[in-house]
């Protein structure tokens, strides 16, 4: 965010450019992963961050994302795990899609505070959805919200 806002100045300006940051977490970031609550914590804390910065990066420019994948076969796993996730059932998300994912966040400057979820085909046909999990349109935890953000406005900006 350093680089962001130093490319962009302190200062809100029509001259910004489009800068976008893009975090990596995991469907660990939102589903229940039993038997591993080392790696589920990261990852939910990789969707922490991008709520702690979303609003006030936007305010200089920038937008912040999540990129949260299924299961794909990379080093994670040995290629003997991989094959007995997918013997349990489990489609594999690919590596392509979530190379898609990412570029379809980095064209599209509408998506700003969002976690796409690269999946099996099966869920989504491109590879990819936004589970909408990020915002609170109605009700009480949208006041809560609402709260939370009350006492740090946006436009005090990310920097004292």
Request: aromatic share 10%; net charge negative.
């Amino acid at each position: 965010m350093h680089y962001f806002v130093s490319q962009n100045g302190t200062e809100v300006n029509k001259d910004q450019e489009d800068t976008c940051l893009i975090l990596i977490s995991s469907g660990a970031g939102f589903l229940d992963v039993p038997r591993s609550p080392e790696y589920s914590s990261t990852k939910w804390a990789v969707r922490g961050i991008m709520h702690a910065l979303r609003r006030t990066a936007f305010y200089y420019g920038s937008r912040v994302n999540v990129i949260a994948p299924w299961y794909i076969r990379t080093g994670i796993l040995s290629k003997d795990q991989f094959d007995q996730v997918e013997k349990s059932g489990v489609e594999l998300a690919t590596a392509e899609d979530a190379g898609e994912c990412a570029l379809r966040i980095l064209s599209d400057t509408s998506i700003n505070g969002r976690t796409l979820f690269v999946c099996a085909r099966k869920w989504a046909p491109r590879g990819y959805m936004d589970l909408n999990i990020e915002d609170y349109p109605e009700g009480l935890i949208q006041e809560i919200q609402e709260d939370q953000m009350r006492n740090a406005p946006v436009d005090l900006g990310l920097l004292p």
